[in-house]
C-alpha cells in the first residue's frame, strides 16, 4: 500500500514537472515572439526539393507534403540500403571463412578498412568521386545503349521511356542521383562491415559436432552450409542484425551533408524557414521512434518464427 | 542538432529572471557575435586567424561601443541553418552575417533587425562554357543552393513566376556546395550577388571560367540582428551600425578622429565623440561609445574600402544618401 502511494507520489511529479517544462517553453516563445504549434504544416513550403521519389510535389504545396516527400526518401534509401546490406554482408561474412586465403584476405582488409572511417567522411568521398570523375551531361559516357554516366547521376532507359539530352541535362527514362547513390554506396558498404562480422560469429558459433555429422551423411559443402550451418547459425545472427538495421536507419540522416532531401534535410529547412525548431525537432524524434519501434517490431516477429521452426 | 536541443533547453529552463544582455556581456567580458563560415569580405578569417569583414566590423563596433575594445568579441560561426537557432538560444548575442531582413523572420522567428549595412539582391554565377546570358535561360537547369535561406525561396519564386522549372541540389555547409558546383553537379549557383563575387573572387579555382547573369531577382538587405525581448541591447547594436554611417557623412575617420576630437567647433562632432551631451549614457555605455567605434574600427565607407574594394565592389546602392546610395543613418542627437 505504502509503495502504490509513492509510486503515485513519483508520477504526480514527474507529470507536474513535465507541465511546468512545457508551460514555461510555451511562455518563453510567446513572450520572445516566436511562433509556436503545428499550424505552420498547412502552410505553402514555398521551396523546391530535389528529387520527389514518385511523389507529386511543388514549391506551392505545404509543409506536410514537403516532409513526406522527405520521409519517403529516407524510406527508400533505407529499404535498398538495408537489402543491399545485407547481401553483402552475408557474401563479405562468408568470404572471411573462405578456404581461398585470398578471398579470407581481401574480405578481411575490406571490413578493417570501411568499419574504422567514419561514415560522414566515406559520403563524402563517394560524392566528390562521382560528381568529379565523371564528366558532364554533354560529354556522358554511355557504357550501354540508352545507359548514360556524368556527374549528374545514372540515366536509365526504362519501358517505352529513354533518356534524351535536352537543354542542360538529359530527361525521360531512369534516373539515379549522385546523391542518392552516394548515399546508398555509403550506407551499404559501411553497414556490410558491420553485418560480415555478426554473420561471421555466428556461423564460428555452430557446433562442430553439427559440421562433422553432415560430413558423415556425406553432404557437399554447399548444402551443408544451406541447410546445417545457416539455420543454427540465423539464430546467432538475427537478433544483433536488427541493431544494424536501426543503426543504418539513423545514419541515413547524414544525406544533409551530401544533399540528399531525406527526412531530417528537408525538416531542418522548414525549420530554418519557420523558425519553429521544437515542433520540428518532435517530428523529427516522432518519425525516427516510430521507425525504429516498427523495425524492431518486425525483427522481433521474424526471431519468433525462426526460433518456431525449431 | 545540439543547437536546437540547446535551444530546447533554453527555453524549458527556469530561469525566468532573465538577466539583462548587456550586464551578460559584460560579465562574461565578450561580445558573442555569430558570423558565417567564411566569406571574403563579409566574414572570414585571414591568414593569421585573425577575423576580417564588413558584418566582423559590426561586431567590433559593438565591443568597441560596450568595452571600449573592438577587439573583445568571440566569434561563433555559423551555417546557414545554424545561425537562427544561434542566436534564439542565446549562443550568441547577436548575429552579423550577410542575413536578409524580411518580414517572416523579424515578425515569426522572434527578432529584431537592427538595420542594413548592405544593400543586396539575389543572382546566378553559371559556368561560362554553357553560353548562358540570361536567367531567362535557365529552364531545366541543376541548381546548387544553401538550406533556410531565403535564396531558397525566391529562386523557387522566380522560376514558378516564369513558367520554368529546376532542379535543387541543397546542401548545408557553403564549402561542400560549392564543392558540388565546382566539380560540375549544377550548372548553376545562387546566391546574394554579393556571395556571387566574393565567392567567384576567392573560392573559384579559375574565376574565367564562370559568370554571373545580369538578372538581380530579389531584394536582400542584409544586416544585424538581435533577440526580441532587450530594447536596450537591440538599440545598443542599432546605433553602433549607425555610428559607423553618421561618422563617414560627418567625415570622421580612424585617422582624423583624435584631432576632430579636439579641434571640432561642429555640435554634431562634438556630440558624437562624446564631449558634450551625454548620448552613450543613454544607451547605459560610456560616453566616448562612438568614438571608441570609430577610432578602432573606422566608418562604414572605410570598412567598405578595407574589406570590399578589393574583391572589386563598388559602392552602389551602399552609398550614402548624399551620394545617391541608400545608407542613411537618423540623426545621432
Ligand atoms: N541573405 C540570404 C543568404 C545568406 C547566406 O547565408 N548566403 C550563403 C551563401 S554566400 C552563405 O553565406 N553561406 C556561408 C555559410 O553557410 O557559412 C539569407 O539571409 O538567407
Not at chain 1, 538495408?82 to 581461398?100: C, M, Q, Y
Not at chain 1, 526504362?158 to 554506396?185: T, Y
Not at chain 2, 537557432?85 to 522567428?109: H, M
Not at chain 2, 567598405?304 to 552602389?316: D, Q, S, T, V, W
Request: charged fraction near 15%; glycine fraction near 10%.
Amino acid at each position: 500500500m505504502k509503495k502504490i502511494g509513492f509510486q503515485a507520489a513519483a508520477i504526480a511529479l514527474a507529470l507536474g514537472f513535465a507541465w511546468y517544462l512545457v508551460a514555461n517553453t510555451v511562455d518563453n516563445l510567446a513572450a520572445r515572439n516566436i511562433a509556436s504549434g503545428f499550424g505552420f504544416l498547412g502552410r505553402e513550403a514555398g521551396f523546391e526539393i530535389g528529387e520527389t521519389g514518385g511523389l507529386a510535389y511543388g514549391a506551392a504545396d505545404t509543409y506536410l507534403r514537403a516532409l513526406a516527400v522527405g520521409l519517403g526518401n529516407t524510406f527508400r534509401v533505407a529499404v535498398l540500403g538495408i537489402v543491399g546490406a545485407t547481401v553483402l554482408g552475408f557474401l563479405v561474412g562468408l568470404g572471411r571463412l573462405s578456404e581461398n586465403p585470398l578471398v579470407r584476405g581481401a574480405t578481411a582488409a575490406y571490413v578493417e578498412f570501411l568499419r574504422n572511417t567514419p561514415l560522414l567522411v566515406q559520403l563524402f568521398f563517394w560524392y566528390a568521386l562521382i560528381t568529379e570523375a565523371f564528366p558532364s551531361p554533354r560529354e556522358a559516357l554511355s557504357p550501354l545503349p540508352g545507359v548514360f554516366l556524368s556527374n549528374r547521376g545514372i540515366f536509365f532507359p526504362l519501358p517505352g521511356s529513354w533518356p534524351v539530352l535536352e537543354g542542360f541535362n538529359f530527361s525521360g527514362g531512369g534516373h539515379l542521383s549522385p546523391e542518392f547513390a552516394a548515399l546508398l554506396a555509403g550506407l551499404v558498404l559501411y553497414t556490410a562491415t558491420y553485418i560480415a562480422e555478426i554473420v561471421r560469429a555466428g556461423i564460428l558459433s555452430v557446433p562442430k559436432g553439427q559440421l562433422e555429422a553432415a560430413r558423415a551423411l556425406g553432404l557437399e559443402r554447399r548444402p551443408t552450409l544451406r541447410h546445417v550451418v545457416l539455420p543454427h547459425a540465423l539464430r546467432v545472427i538475427v537478433p544483433p542484425l536488427s541493431s544494424q538495421y536501426l543503426n543504418l536507419v539513423k545514419n541515413s540522416s547524414l544525406a544533409v551533408a551530401i544533399g540528399y532531401p531525406d527526412f531530417v534535410s528537408v525538416a531542418n529547412t522548414a525549420i530554418n524557414q519557420t523558425g519553429q525548431a521544437i515542433e520540428g525537432v518532435a517530428l523529427i524524434m516522432a518519425v525516427y521512434l516510430t521507425i525504429s519501434l516498427a523495425l524492431s517490431a518486425l525483427m522481433n516477429w521474424c526471431n519468433a518464427r525462426l526460433l518456431a521452426r525449431g | 542538432m545540439k543547437r536546437l536541443f540547446l535551444l530546447a533547453l533554453a527555453f524549458c529552463s527556469l530561469a525566468h529572471a532573465q538577466q539583462s544582455t548587456l550586464d551578460a556581456v559584460r560579465a562574461r567580458g565578450t561580445v558573442a557575435c555569430g558570423t558565417n563560415t567564411g566569406l571574403a569580405g563579409f566574414s572570414q578569417p585571414d591568414s593569421k586567424g585573425v577575423w576580417r569583414g564588413i558584418d566582423v566590423d559590426v561586431c567590433r563596433a559593438v565591443a568597441a561601443a560596450v568595452f571600449g575594445d573592438a577587439s573583445k568579441v568571440r566569434y561563433v560561426p555559423a551555417t546557414t541553418q545554424q545561425r537562427f537557432t544561434a542566436l534564439q538560444s542565446g549562443e550568441v548575442d547577436l548575429l552579423s552575417r550577410n542575413t536578409t531582413w524580411s518580414f517572416s523572420r523579424d515578425a515569426g522567428l522572434g527578432f529584431n533587425f537592427t538595420g542594413v549595412n548592405f544593400y543586396d539582391g539575389q543572382g546566378f554565377m553559371v559556368w561560362k562554357k554553357l553560353n548562358v546570358k540570361s536567367a531567362k535561360q535557365l529552364n531545366g537547369a541543376t541548381i546548387c543552393v544553401q538550406p533556410g535561406t531565403t535564396t531558397e525561396l525566391n529562386l523557387a519564386d522566380y522560376f514558378r513566376a516564369n513558367r520554368m522549372t529546376f532542379k535543387p541540389v541543397v546542401i548545408d555547409k557553403l564549402e561542400e556546395v560549392l564543392n558540388a558546383y565546382f566539380a560540375g553537379r549544377c550548372d548553376v549557383f545562387t546566391t546574394d550577388m554579393s556571395g556571387l563575387v566574393s565567392v567567384r573572387g576567392s573560392r573559384a579555382p579559375n574565376a574565367a571560367e564562370h559568370v554571373i547573369l545580369p538578372e538581380i531577382i530579389s531584394k536582400e538587405p542584409l544586416g544585424p540582428l538581435v533577440r526580441h525581448g532587450d530594447d536596450r541591447w537591440f538599440d545598443i547594436v542599432k546605433w553602433s551600425l549607425y555610428a559607423m554611417i553618421e561618422a563617414e557623412e560627418l567625415g570622421l575617420t580612424s585617422r582624423n578622429i583624435d584631432e576632430q576630437a579636439r579641434t571640432s567647433k561642429d555640435p554634431s562632432v562634438q556630440r558624437f565623440v562624446g564631449a558634450s551631451g551625454d548620448l552613450g549614457k543613454m544607451l547605459g555605455l560610456d560616453n566616448r561609445w562612438a568614438f571608441n567605434i570609430v577610432k578602432q574600427v573606422g566608418n562604414y565607407g572605410e570598412s567598405f574600402e578595407a574589406n570590399l574594394k578589393p574583391l572589386g565592389f563598388e559602392r552602389g546602392q551602399n552609398a550614402l544618401w548624399k551620394d545617391g546610395g541608400l545608407m542613411y543613418s537618423p540623426p545621432i542627437r
